[in-house]
């Protein structure tokens, strides 16, 4: 974000112009990072115009023949900087004393023999990094040059306008990065292919990838690899404290050990010992954790304390008590601290430290009723405390206000790829943006602002998304709560920065497909996807799942058709290759549901639907042969993860679906079925059988399609008549007679504009083979069209109504309001208080929100709130609700009435953990639902929703009567139709 322009009167200034290109001037005593960096922006800028500057120092001003340069400086190393100081010509208070900030401005006869100059200045290495890299940006070399493909629009000349001077803003967060694990067989077999190793060759790239995000922080792979061994040597490390990247190393690896070292260098009879037990192993423990910090601690490291067990697990197992673990990390944090004053204090006078607060190591945080925590020990006061979200997106606890108030200080572990349970998810991405604005909206405003790191999987397949988690963690005031559309805002300058060549509608479309595609991926994550999860029948569920999987395609298809070679090969890497390898993975088991129910009927069609699976099997692997190819195998075996049909929490055992084949009679034979029903009409001896269609006795229900099937050999033909007689005039059907091989489908339509409010009317159709005949009488009535002036007013269908959370009534808001999320959630819209840091004390004091609906039948009704699976911000509190309802007349005339608590999640809740199938349930299917239930007479009533808790996100309301909704579906009913706003 731009906080001040600085105005001069400006003459422009071209940094190529024609054959002419002006140098990059360093300093010989300059950072070499800053050097090596400089040569990146040499190369950018030749990727532009083709054409490359000299980066020269000093001594090469003396053969300059030039007038203008540009010169790169951090404040404090720099003589040119005191220089231009001393004679007036620069400024530092606007970067000095900073944290990473920088400034750019043109300055007149800054040397002799020299016109003038382009200075990118930065109060430390990092900000002068930022400019520079600010500078590529500018001309068109984006972030994702290289991990993206993206090459930027080629131009003759460059001139800076004076839209480029400026000083930046401190970054919001002051940690940020991302952390690369689960990398086997992906990233793995990537680096061992193109690099060699998980060595610097590798790492270079990921760091120029890194600092072009304006991230600085970042955790390495570690499953196989040891990053202070695999430079070869410490070339890795050296490496990134050159480019000013701030190493860490993950929750489980404390002072600067990569997990696989301990293997390496354990055995008994050595100094280290054989156990990663403090208790049994001390001395040989702090030797290993003595001579990382010898070796590691001149680097530029932030880090991690602690100690957790072996491989991810608890330190003394399961059945061990809090206050035994809290007792022993105290033991081990006091003689790593000390461990660092000692060898790391030296070259850092504040040496950054981070203790990791995941899984188990929360409780050990908080404590429980009889055992104090680690909160609140004063040896922790300069330590940042990372809190971790549940390792699926959703925040576990937050710092409370009494925290917060204490000054420290906190860092937060998100998640865009996972290896665990319930089931991972680490192929593509499946972590929408909006989701991550959310969360880690209410991650910035709870106060946790030192660190932000995010687990990318492989990298690839999730670069665009972590982008977004960057740009908000370095500029919060841009892209976090206050700005509620931030999500399309950024994909919109995502699509324009990478595809600058690109029209506008084509930019759209794209923004479209990479939205779409992961929203998609969201309601169930390709890892847990299977033939059961979407229903083959009620709702259309997977017939409507279906055609927005293929608009993806179609889609993307098209933009893939239209841009030209170099665009091509951009959309391909980022967006087209996920985008239609996960929606064939949908497509898979949206056959193979359709299969299975139509197997259940016994129709001929379940054979097609098995073809187009097996069509999909094989897509897959043309997906996975294409992708291994593209761009000459430049990142070949990114594509192996296994990503069909898990069984288990990982990929063992995987598996295709299970397909049905049905094997049709002789002759022709002809059912008759409703498309979202499963229910068949067939030939009977005596009376035809009835199907009844009273859909459009409601409003908004203006369309029922039927099935006639053929379950035979032979070709079937069919009419369609009126049942004694003449068609009225409101009835339309898609047609009235055909022949069918498998399946036909014919839409029923009314025009209630046709038809009276108040009276029913009814139809008869008569559909025969001549063998065959199946009656369907039909039912309608025309809508009322009431005028509604303050908000949505909801009519039941056939007794139900469900409610979107953004169609309400009426909004009272208080200290805290609620916002509309938009495009966010498994039903398209959210409802959340702000701030977040926001508590209730009472109704009084809540927002609330207030639903309108009218009731048929007198009854007992199950009211369902759908809610986002948010997890508590207070480690062991419940989750409540509150709600309250009344009659319109009530409501209007502000009469008294009762709200009820409803507890969302008991007090034994525990997110993150595969034990508690509350949380496994949650994340899987993403939404959580608690019910109430109601006595209600026929009328009007008003539901209220009070937001007692933060954090909780309304995304849907559903009024059942008769003990809930009677169909199996993931997706559930569509919205009921309402009237007003």
């Not at 006061?381 to 937050?398: A, P, S």
């Not at 204490?406 to 290896?419: N, P, Q, S, V």
């Not at 009835?690 to 409003?699: A, G, Q, R, S």
Request: charged fraction near 30%; aromatic fraction near 12%; proline fraction near 3%.
């Amino acid at each position: 974000m731009i906080i001040r322009k600085i105005r001069r009167r400006y003459m422009g200034f071209s940094i190529v112009d024609g054959e002419r290109t002006v140098p990059i001037l360093v300093e010989r005593e300059a950072f070499s990072g800053i050097r090596r960096i400089a040569n990146v922006l040499a190369d950018d800028i030749c990727s532009v115009c083709r054409k490359k500057p000299e980066v020269i120092d000093e001594s090469g001003l003396e053969s300059y023949t030039g007038k203008e340069l540009i010169i790169c400086a951090v404040y404090g190393k720099s003589d040119m900087l005191s220089r231009l100081e001393r004679d007036g010509k620069f400024n530092p208070e606007c970067i000095a004393g900073k944290w990473e900030v920088y400034t750019t401005f043109l300055v007149e006869a800054p040397f002799d023999g020299v016109d003038r100059a382009l200075v990118i200045a930065g109060s430390d290495k990092r900000g002068t990094i930022y400019g520079m890299l600010s500078l590529s940006e500018y001309i068109g070399v984006t972030a994702f040059e290289y991990m993206g493909d993206v090459r930027p629009v080629e131009k003759k000349n460059i001139a800076i306008g004076e839209d480029f001077f400026t000083v930046s803003k401190e970054p919001s967060v002051k940690y940020r990065g991302f952390f690369i694990n689960d990398e086997w067989p992906c990233f793995g077999n990537w680096v061992c292919e193109h690099f060699g190793g998980f060595n610097a060759k590798a790492y270079e790239k990921i760091f120029i990838f890194l600092l072009r995000m304006k991230g600085n922080y970042m955790w390495p792979a570690m499953w196989s690899a040891s990053f202070p061994l695999d430079g070869p040597g410490s070339a890795n490390e050296e490496l990134a404290d050159e480019l000013g990247v701030v190493m860490g190393y993950s929750h489980h690896e404390p002072c600067l050990r990569a997990s696989e070292e301990w293997d390496k260098v354990r055995g008994e009879g050595t100094k280290y010992g054989n156990a990663w037990n403090y208790a049994t192993n001390r001395e040989g423990l702090i030797n290993y954790w003595r001579d990382a910090l010898i070796r590691s601690g001149r680097y530029d490291n932030l880090i991690t304390i602690g100690m957790r067990g072996e491989r991810d697990t608890s330190m003394l197992g399961d059945d061990s008590s809090i206050r035994d673990n809290v007792e022993l990390l105290k033991e081990i944090i006091t003689k790593q601290k000390e461990l660092i004053n000692t060898y790391v204090k030296p070259y850092r006078d504040k040496p950054p430290m981070l203790l990791a607060l995941y899984k188990e190591v929360e409780q050990y945080y908080y404590g429980d009723e009889e055992n104090e925590g680690l909160c609140e020990w004063s040896e922790l006061d300069d330590v940042i405390c990372m809190l971790c979200e549940d390792n699926f997106g959703y925040t576990r606890t937050l710092p409370t206000e009494r925290m917060r108030n204490t000054g420290k200080r906190f860092g937060m572990y998100y998640h865009l790829d996972y290896h665990g349970g319930p089931v991972s998810y680490e192929w593509v991405d499946s972590t929408p943006f909006s989701l991550i604005w959310e969360q880690m909206s209410q991650v910035y405003d709870s106060g946790i602002r030192d660190v932000w790191i995010v687990n990318v999987g492989d990298l690839k397949f999730h670069e665009v998304p972590l982008s977004y988690f960057m740009s908000m963690a370095y500029d919060y005031d841009k892209w976090g709560s206050s700005n509620s559309d931030s999500y399309h805002q950024y994909i919109e300058k995502w699509s324009g920065e990478n595809f600058a060549a690109a029209d506008t509608l084509i930019r759209k479309k794209i923004d479209f497909v990479l939205n779409e595609y992961m929203k998609i991926n969201y309601l169930r994550r390709p890892e847990s996807l299977n033939p059961q999860i979407y229903d083959g029948c009620s709702f259309n569920e997977a017939a409507e799942l279906l055609k927005r999987a293929d608009r993806v395609c179609t889609c993307a298809r098209e933009v893939y058709n239209i841009l030209d070679r170099k665009d091509k090969e951009a959309f391909y890497s980022m967006v087209y290759y996920p985008a239609m390898a996960s929606m064939n993975n949908v497509k898979l088991n949206l056959y193979a549901s359709l299969n299975h129910h139509y197997a259940s009927q016994g129709r001929r069609i379940a054979n097609k639907y098995r073809k187009l699976a097996e069509n999909c099997m094989a897509i897959d692997k043309e997906y996975i042969n294409e992708f291994s190819e593209f761009m000459d195998g430049k990142w070949n075996g990114m594509q192996l993860a296994s990503h069909i049909g898990f069984t288990k929490w990982n990929e063992d055992g995987c598996r295709m679906p299970v397909l049905c084949e049905v094997y049709p009679v002789d002759g022709s034979r002809m059912n008759v079925s409703r498309s979202d029903e499963p229910a068949l009409y067939d030939k009977v001896y005596g009376a035809p059988r009835v199907m009844t269609i009273d859909d459009f006795l409601y409003p908004g229900e203006n369309n029922v399609r039927i099935e006639i099937a053929n379950d035979g050999r032979e070709i079937l033909s069919y009419t369609i008549t009126g049942n004694g007689m003449e068609l009225p005039g409101w009835l339309k059907l898609s047609g009235t007679e055909g022949e069918v091989q498998d399946l036909a489908e014919v839409e029923i339509s009314v025009d209630k504009s046709l038809l009276c409010e108040d009276c029913e009317s009814r139809a008869s159709l008569k559909i025969s083979d001549g063998v065959t005949t199946v009656i369907v009488d039909i039912r309608a009535k025309g809508e009322n069209k009431e005028s509604v002036s303050d908000g949505c007013v909801f009519t039941a269908q056939k007794n139900t109504t469900i409610i979107r959370a953004d169609h309400y009534y009426r909004l009272d808001n208080t200290q805290a309001e609620f916002k509309v999320l938009a495009d966010y959630g498994k039903y398209g819209a959210g409802l959340k208080a702000f701030p977040v840091t926001f508590k209730a004390g009472n109704y009084e004091e809540a927002p609330r929100v207030t639903y309108c609906f009218d009731v048929e039948k007198p009854a007992e009704y199950v009211i369902r709130f759908f809610m986002t699976p948010s997890n508590p911000f207070i480690k062991g509190r419940a989750f409540t609700l509150a709600y309250s309802i009344q009659t319109k007349e009530e409501y209007d005339s502000a009469q008294n009435h009762k709200v009820h608590d409803v507890e969302v999640l008991p007090k034994d809740y525990r997110a993150g953990e595969n034990s508690d199938i509350r949380w496994c349930e949650g994340v899987l299917s993403q939404i959580r639902t608690v019910d109430v239930k109601e006595g209600l007479e026929r009328g009007r009533y008003m539901l209220t929703v009070y937001a007692m808790e933060p954090g909780m996100v309304l995304q849907q309301i559903g009024i059942y009567c008769d003990g809930g909704e009677s169909k199996r579906s993931y997706l559930g009913r569509k919205e009921t139709e309402y009237i007003g706003k």
